[in-house]
Protein backbone atom coordinates (compact mmCIF):
# COMPACT_ATOMS: atom_id res chain seq x y z
CA UNK A 1 0.00 0.00 0.00
CA UNK A 2 2.67 2.30 0.75
CA UNK A 3 4.48 1.83 -2.21
CA UNK A 4 1.40 2.78 -4.41
CA UNK A 5 0.95 5.87 -1.87
CA UNK A 6 4.49 6.93 -3.34
CA UNK A 7 3.54 5.97 -7.06
CA UNK A 8 0.35 8.08 -6.23
CA UNK A 9 2.05 11.00 -5.03
CA UNK A 10 4.82 11.19 -7.63
CA UNK A 11 2.89 10.85 -10.85
CA UNK A 12 -0.12 13.46 -9.44
CA UNK A 13 2.32 15.58 -7.37
CA UNK A 14 -0.60 15.20 -4.39
CA UNK A 15 2.42 17.17 -1.43
CA UNK A 16 0.36 15.82 1.64
CA UNK A 17 0.24 12.39 0.58
CA UNK A 18 4.06 12.33 -0.80
CA UNK A 19 4.68 14.12 3.02
CA UNK A 20 2.79 11.16 4.79
CA UNK A 21 4.95 8.42 2.52
CA UNK A 22 7.94 10.19 4.37
CA UNK A 23 6.32 10.74 7.83
CA UNK A 24 5.87 6.63 7.66
CA UNK A 25 9.20 6.14 6.19
CA UNK A 26 10.76 7.87 8.91
CA UNK A 27 8.43 6.17 11.51
CA UNK A 28 9.41 3.00 9.91
CA UNK A 29 12.96 3.07 9.41
CA UNK A 30 14.07 4.80 12.37
CA UNK A 31 11.80 2.98 14.74
CA UNK A 32 10.69 0.12 14.12
CA UNK A 33 13.28 -1.70 11.64
CA UNK A 34 15.37 -4.52 12.39
CA UNK A 35 19.08 -4.19 11.40
CA UNK A 36 18.86 -6.62 9.02
CA UNK A 37 15.96 -4.63 7.11
CA UNK A 38 13.58 -6.50 9.06
CA UNK A 39 9.94 -5.24 9.85
CA UNK A 40 7.21 -6.32 11.24
CA UNK A 41 7.94 -7.25 15.47
CA UNK A 42 5.15 -9.11 16.23
CA UNK A 43 3.66 -12.46 14.70
CA UNK A 44 0.28 -11.97 15.95
CA UNK A 45 -0.80 -9.95 12.73
CA UNK A 46 2.29 -10.42 11.78
CA UNK A 47 2.65 -6.20 12.31
CA UNK A 48 4.01 -3.42 13.47
CA UNK A 49 3.62 -3.30 17.23
CA UNK A 50 4.92 0.41 18.60
CA UNK A 51 8.04 2.56 18.51
CA UNK A 52 11.81 0.64 19.36
CA UNK A 53 10.05 -2.16 20.69
CA UNK A 54 12.00 -4.94 18.52
CA UNK A 55 12.82 -8.41 20.17
CA UNK A 56 15.30 -10.29 18.68
CA UNK A 57 13.50 -13.63 19.82
CA UNK A 58 9.67 -13.60 19.30
CA UNK A 59 10.63 -11.50 16.62
CA UNK A 60 8.31 -11.86 12.63
CA UNK A 61 10.27 -9.83 10.44
CA UNK A 62 9.00 -11.84 7.37
CA UNK A 63 11.07 -11.82 3.92
CA UNK A 64 7.92 -10.57 2.01
CA UNK A 65 8.14 -7.75 4.84
CA UNK A 66 11.81 -7.05 3.80
CA UNK A 67 10.80 -7.51 0.00
CA UNK A 68 7.84 -4.79 0.42
CA UNK A 69 10.32 -2.32 2.15
CA UNK A 70 12.59 -2.57 -0.79
CA UNK A 71 9.73 -2.70 -3.42
CA UNK A 72 8.37 1.03 -1.26
CA UNK A 73 12.12 2.15 -0.53
CA UNK A 74 12.55 1.93 -4.67
CA UNK A 75 9.44 4.23 -5.15
CA UNK A 76 10.54 6.31 -2.61
CA UNK A 77 13.62 6.85 -4.55
CA UNK A 78 11.75 8.09 -7.72
CA UNK A 79 10.11 10.60 -5.29
CA UNK A 80 13.37 12.18 -4.43
CA UNK A 81 17.05 10.57 -5.26
CA UNK A 82 18.08 10.25 -1.63
CA UNK A 83 20.56 7.89 -0.12
CA UNK A 84 18.75 6.70 2.44
CA UNK A 85 16.13 5.03 0.63
CA UNK A 86 18.50 3.20 -1.19
CA UNK A 87 20.41 2.30 2.37
CA UNK A 88 17.80 0.54 3.18
CA UNK A 89 17.31 -1.45 -0.07
CA UNK A 90 20.85 -1.89 0.85
CA UNK A 91 20.07 -3.26 3.64
CA UNK A 92 16.84 -5.28 3.55
CA UNK A 93 18.35 -7.38 0.24
CA UNK A 94 21.27 -8.18 1.75
CA UNK A 95 20.27 -9.24 4.77
CA UNK A 96 17.10 -9.82 5.43
CA UNK A 97 16.40 -11.00 1.89
CA UNK A 98 19.63 -13.43 0.74
CA UNK A 99 19.06 -15.04 4.51
CA UNK A 100 15.70 -16.17 4.13
CA UNK A 101 16.82 -18.51 1.48
CA UNK A 102 19.02 -21.72 1.89
CA UNK A 103 22.41 -22.16 -0.09
CA UNK A 104 20.57 -24.89 -2.20
CA UNK A 105 18.04 -22.21 -3.08
CA UNK A 106 15.24 -24.96 -1.79
CA UNK A 107 14.37 -23.95 1.64
CA UNK A 108 13.04 -20.92 2.98
CA UNK A 109 12.95 -18.66 5.99
CA UNK A 110 9.66 -16.46 6.24
CA UNK A 111 10.34 -15.21 9.81
CA UNK A 112 14.00 -14.35 10.02
CA UNK A 113 15.10 -13.95 13.92
CA UNK A 114 17.42 -12.25 15.83
CA UNK A 115 18.67 -14.76 18.17
CA UNK A 116 17.17 -18.19 17.99
CA UNK A 117 17.53 -21.19 21.08
CA UNK A 118 16.06 -24.22 19.50
CA UNK A 119 14.49 -25.64 22.34
CA UNK A 120 12.67 -22.46 22.92
CA UNK A 121 11.32 -22.70 19.15
CA UNK A 122 10.52 -26.44 19.90
CA UNK A 123 8.69 -26.18 23.49
CA UNK A 124 7.68 -22.17 23.93
CA UNK A 125 4.19 -21.68 22.20
CA UNK A 126 5.07 -18.11 21.43
CA UNK A 127 7.86 -19.06 19.67
CA UNK A 128 7.01 -21.66 17.52
CA UNK A 129 6.96 -19.19 14.46
CA UNK A 130 10.65 -18.85 14.85
CA UNK A 131 11.88 -21.70 13.27
CA UNK A 132 15.95 -22.93 13.13
CA UNK A 133 16.07 -24.16 10.00
CA UNK A 134 14.64 -23.51 6.69
CA UNK A 135 11.32 -24.84 5.78
CA UNK A 136 10.48 -26.15 2.30
CA UNK A 137 7.99 -24.99 -0.22
CA UNK A 138 4.49 -25.18 1.42
CA UNK A 139 0.88 -24.53 0.71
CA UNK A 140 1.14 -20.43 1.31
CA UNK A 141 4.57 -20.14 0.04
CA UNK A 142 4.40 -16.46 -0.02
CA UNK A 143 7.83 -15.78 0.85
CA UNK A 144 10.05 -17.80 -1.79
CA UNK A 145 8.02 -16.39 -4.96
CA UNK A 146 8.62 -12.83 -3.45
CA UNK A 147 12.18 -13.65 -2.99
CA UNK A 148 12.38 -15.41 -7.19
CA UNK A 149 11.03 -12.16 -8.29
CA UNK A 150 12.79 -9.44 -6.54
CA UNK A 151 16.37 -11.27 -7.81
CA UNK A 152 15.49 -12.40 -10.99
CA UNK A 153 14.07 -8.20 -11.17
CA UNK A 154 17.05 -6.58 -9.76
CA UNK A 155 17.96 -4.92 -12.58
CA UNK A 156 14.92 -2.71 -11.55
CA UNK A 157 16.84 -1.32 -8.31
CA UNK A 158 20.36 -0.42 -9.45
CA UNK A 159 20.07 2.58 -11.21
CA UNK A 160 17.62 5.54 -12.19
CA UNK A 161 17.86 8.34 -15.21
CA UNK A 162 15.74 11.21 -15.84
CA UNK A 163 13.72 11.27 -18.73
CA UNK A 164 16.15 13.43 -20.72
CA UNK A 165 19.33 11.41 -19.70
CA UNK A 166 21.14 14.06 -17.99
CA UNK A 167 21.71 12.48 -15.13
CA UNK A 168 22.13 8.81 -14.00
CA UNK A 169 22.06 7.69 -10.15
CA UNK A 170 23.65 4.41 -8.90
CA UNK A 171 22.44 3.39 -6.30
CA UNK A 172 23.64 -0.36 -5.77
CA UNK A 173 26.91 -1.57 -6.19
CA UNK A 174 26.05 -4.89 -8.05
CA UNK A 175 27.90 -6.39 -11.34
CA UNK A 176 25.34 -4.79 -13.88
CA UNK A 177 24.66 -3.28 -17.11
CA UNK A 178 23.03 0.16 -17.99
CA UNK A 179 21.67 1.57 -21.25
CA UNK A 180 20.25 4.85 -21.62
CA UNK A 181 19.82 7.46 -23.90
CA UNK A 182 22.16 10.89 -23.07
CA UNK A 183 21.62 13.79 -24.79
CA UNK A 184 23.72 13.36 -27.58
CA UNK A 185 24.31 9.71 -27.42
CA UNK A 186 23.68 6.09 -26.15
CA UNK A 187 25.70 5.02 -23.21
CA UNK A 188 26.22 1.75 -21.95
CA UNK A 189 27.72 1.33 -18.09
CA UNK A 190 28.77 -1.75 -17.28
CA UNK A 191 29.72 -2.18 -13.60
CA UNK A 192 31.85 -4.65 -11.97
CA UNK A 193 31.66 -4.53 -8.17
CA UNK A 194 33.65 -6.20 -5.03
CA UNK A 195 30.87 -5.19 -2.84
CA UNK A 196 30.45 -6.59 -0.50
CA UNK A 197 33.44 -8.56 0.39
CA UNK A 198 35.73 -5.31 -0.78
CA UNK A 199 34.59 -1.85 -1.44
CA UNK A 200 35.92 -1.47 -5.27
CA UNK A 201 33.68 -0.78 -7.45
CA UNK A 202 34.45 0.13 -11.53
CA UNK A 203 32.21 1.64 -14.13
CA UNK A 204 33.24 1.16 -17.90
CA UNK A 205 31.06 3.52 -20.82
CA UNK A 206 30.77 2.82 -24.01
CA UNK A 207 28.95 4.89 -26.47
CA UNK A 208 26.84 4.18 -29.51
CA UNK A 209 28.52 7.02 -31.44
CA UNK A 210 32.36 6.09 -30.40
CA UNK A 211 33.91 9.40 -32.36
CA UNK A 212 31.50 11.72 -30.48
CA UNK A 213 31.20 12.25 -26.33
CA UNK A 214 27.89 12.04 -23.73
CA UNK A 215 27.37 14.71 -21.56
CA UNK A 216 25.67 13.83 -18.50
CA UNK A 217 25.66 13.84 -14.56
CA UNK A 218 26.83 10.64 -13.06
CA UNK A 219 25.66 10.43 -9.34
CA UNK A 220 27.14 7.55 -6.94
CA UNK A 221 25.53 7.12 -3.78
CA UNK A 222 27.89 7.45 -0.57
CA UNK A 223 26.27 4.53 1.36
CA UNK A 224 25.73 4.98 5.12
CA UNK A 225 27.98 2.25 6.06
CA UNK A 226 30.83 4.44 4.81
CA UNK A 227 31.89 7.05 7.30
CA UNK A 228 35.66 7.15 7.27
CA UNK A 229 36.25 10.47 5.65
CA UNK A 230 35.47 10.63 1.46
CA UNK A 231 35.23 7.73 -0.68
CA UNK A 232 37.82 7.94 -3.55
CA UNK A 233 36.47 8.93 -7.07
CA UNK A 234 38.44 8.12 -9.94
CA UNK A 235 38.30 8.86 -13.89
CA UNK A 236 40.23 7.22 -16.00
CA UNK A 237 43.03 6.44 -13.51
CA UNK A 238 42.99 10.01 -11.79
CA UNK A 239 41.63 11.25 -8.88
CA UNK A 240 38.95 13.41 -9.20
CA UNK A 241 37.17 16.01 -6.99
CA UNK A 242 33.05 15.74 -6.46
CA UNK A 243 30.28 17.53 -5.07
CA UNK A 244 27.97 15.59 -2.96
CA UNK A 245 23.71 16.01 -2.91
CA UNK A 246 21.59 14.07 -0.95
CA UNK A 247 24.24 11.61 -0.01
CA UNK A 248 25.27 10.83 -3.62
CA UNK A 249 28.81 12.06 -5.13
CA UNK A 250 28.13 14.16 -8.03
CA UNK A 251 30.45 14.31 -11.66
CA UNK A 252 29.57 16.13 -14.20
CA UNK A 253 31.33 15.83 -17.64
CA UNK A 254 31.33 15.03 -21.26
CA UNK A 255 31.81 11.20 -21.08
CA UNK A 256 34.12 9.71 -23.95
CA UNK A 257 34.01 6.01 -25.69
CA UNK A 258 36.24 3.82 -23.11
CA UNK A 259 36.02 6.01 -20.36
CA UNK A 260 36.32 4.17 -16.74
CA UNK A 261 34.65 5.68 -13.25
CA UNK A 262 36.60 3.56 -9.79
CA UNK A 263 34.59 3.74 -6.82
CA UNK A 264 36.92 3.19 -3.73
CA UNK A 265 35.32 2.77 -0.33
CA UNK A 266 37.36 0.71 1.97
CA UNK A 267 34.59 -1.88 3.87
CA UNK A 268 35.97 -1.95 7.27
CA UNK A 269 34.21 -4.04 10.77
CA UNK A 270 32.15 -1.63 13.32
CA UNK A 271 30.50 -2.18 16.23
CA UNK A 272 27.00 -1.13 16.11
CA UNK A 273 24.99 0.08 19.23
CA UNK A 274 21.06 0.12 19.29
CA UNK A 275 19.28 3.64 20.42
CA UNK A 276 18.80 2.95 24.16
CA UNK A 277 14.81 3.15 23.96
CA UNK A 278 15.05 -0.15 21.87
CA UNK A 279 14.83 -2.64 25.45
CA UNK A 280 16.19 -5.74 23.46
CA UNK A 281 19.64 -4.44 23.12
CA UNK A 282 20.74 -2.00 25.86
CA UNK A 283 24.38 -2.81 26.82
CA UNK A 284 24.73 -5.09 23.58
CA UNK A 285 26.32 -4.49 20.25
CA UNK A 286 25.88 -5.90 16.68
CA UNK A 287 28.65 -6.56 14.03
CA UNK A 288 28.33 -5.24 10.74
CA UNK A 289 31.32 -5.03 7.22
CA UNK A 290 30.23 -2.84 5.22
CA UNK A 291 26.57 -4.11 4.19
CA UNK A 292 26.89 -6.81 5.92
CA UNK A 293 25.15 -7.64 9.33
CA UNK A 294 26.78 -10.51 10.95
CA UNK A 295 25.77 -13.03 13.75
CA UNK A 296 27.77 -15.68 15.87
CA UNK A 297 26.67 -19.57 15.80
CA UNK A 298 26.73 -22.84 18.57
CA UNK A 299 28.25 -24.28 15.95
CA UNK A 300 31.44 -21.98 15.72
CA UNK A 301 31.68 -21.69 19.71
CA UNK A 302 31.93 -24.51 22.45
CA UNK A 303 30.35 -21.91 25.69
CA UNK A 304 26.49 -20.74 25.26
CA UNK A 305 26.40 -17.79 22.73
CA UNK A 306 23.99 -16.34 25.15
CA UNK A 307 27.35 -15.78 27.28
CA UNK A 308 29.58 -14.40 24.97
CA UNK A 309 30.71 -11.26 25.60
CA UNK A 310 32.58 -8.77 22.98
CA UNK A 311 35.25 -6.36 24.19
CA UNK A 312 34.80 -2.88 22.48
CA UNK A 313 38.51 -1.81 22.38
CA UNK A 314 39.65 -5.31 20.30
CA UNK A 315 39.79 -5.42 16.87
CA UNK A 316 37.85 -8.04 14.60
CA UNK A 317 40.45 -9.70 12.75
CA UNK A 318 39.38 -10.98 9.02
CA UNK A 319 39.55 -14.49 7.95
CA UNK A 320 38.52 -15.23 4.07
CA UNK A 321 37.05 -18.97 4.15
CA UNK A 322 36.73 -19.45 -0.07
CA UNK A 323 35.58 -22.76 0.34
CA UNK A 324 32.77 -23.01 2.19
CA UNK A 325 29.43 -21.51 2.58
CA UNK A 326 30.07 -19.88 -1.43
CA UNK A 327 33.02 -18.40 0.10
CA UNK A 328 32.93 -15.46 2.87
CA UNK A 329 34.69 -13.58 5.00
CA UNK A 330 34.70 -14.63 8.77
CA UNK A 331 35.66 -12.63 11.53
CA UNK A 332 37.82 -13.49 14.90
CA UNK A 333 37.62 -11.86 18.16
CA UNK A 334 39.30 -11.72 21.37
CA UNK A 335 36.36 -11.88 23.60
CA UNK A 336 34.72 -13.77 26.80
CA UNK A 337 32.35 -15.75 27.80
CA UNK A 338 30.42 -15.91 31.47
CA UNK A 339 29.73 -19.60 31.00
CA UNK A 340 31.77 -21.22 34.08
CA UNK A 341 30.41 -24.64 34.81
CA UNK A 342 32.71 -24.63 37.94
CA UNK A 343 30.81 -22.43 39.60
CA UNK A 344 27.61 -23.92 39.13
CA UNK A 345 28.41 -27.09 40.59
CA UNK A 346 25.04 -27.54 42.79
CA UNK A 347 22.21 -27.26 40.53
CA UNK A 348 21.45 -24.05 41.93
CA UNK A 349 18.94 -21.77 39.71
CA UNK A 350 20.61 -18.88 41.34
CA UNK A 351 23.62 -18.20 43.60
CA UNK A 352 25.56 -15.09 44.71
CA UNK A 353 28.10 -13.28 42.91
CA UNK A 354 29.57 -9.61 43.74
CA UNK A 355 31.42 -9.25 40.24
CA UNK A 356 30.97 -11.29 36.91
CA UNK A 357 33.61 -13.88 36.20
CA UNK A 358 34.82 -14.24 32.83
CA UNK A 359 37.50 -16.62 30.98
CA UNK A 360 38.84 -15.53 27.44
CA UNK A 361 36.72 -16.97 24.57
CA UNK A 362 37.49 -16.71 20.66
CA UNK A 363 34.42 -15.18 19.64
CA UNK A 364 33.67 -16.18 15.89
CA UNK A 365 31.24 -13.92 13.31
CA UNK A 366 30.03 -15.01 9.56
CA UNK A 367 27.57 -12.86 7.63
CA UNK A 368 23.75 -13.24 8.84
CA UNK A 369 22.49 -14.18 5.30
CA UNK A 370 24.48 -17.26 6.08
CA UNK A 371 22.94 -18.67 9.37
CA UNK A 372 21.40 -21.76 9.14
CA UNK A 373 23.33 -23.52 6.80
CA UNK A 374 25.53 -26.18 8.54
CA UNK A 375 24.37 -27.63 11.92
CA UNK A 376 21.32 -26.32 13.74
CA UNK A 377 21.75 -24.60 16.99
CA UNK A 378 21.63 -21.03 18.94
CA UNK A 379 22.35 -17.81 16.64
CA UNK A 380 22.70 -14.23 17.93
CA UNK A 381 23.16 -10.89 16.50
CA UNK A 382 23.46 -8.81 18.97
CA UNK A 383 26.37 -9.49 22.12
CA UNK A 384 26.53 -8.33 25.12
CA UNK A 385 29.68 -5.89 25.85
CA UNK A 386 32.28 -6.39 28.09
CA UNK A 387 32.99 -2.93 30.11
ZN1 LIG B 1 5.93 -14.21 2.95
Redesign the pocket.
Known sequence: MYSAMADLARLTGDVALREACERLWANTTRKQMYITGGIGATHLGEAFTFDYDLPNDTVYA???ASIGLIFWARRMLRLEAKSEYADVMERALFNNVLGSMSRDGKHFF?VNPMEVWPEASAKNPDRHHVKVVRQKWFGCS??PP?VARLLSSLNDYIYDTDEDGKQVYVHLFIGSEFGFEAVNNAVTLKQQSALPWSGQVKFNLSLQNKTDSASFTLLLRIPSWFQSGEPLLKVNGQQQQYSKEKGYAKVERAWNEGDTVEWVLPVETHFIAAHPNMRSNAGKVAIQRGPLVYCVEETDHDELISSLLVNPASEWAERAVPDQLGGYVMLEHNGAGINLPSLWQNDDLYRQQSRMETKPVAIKAIPYYLWGNREPGEMNVWLKQNS
Do not use: R
Open positions: ETCYCCN
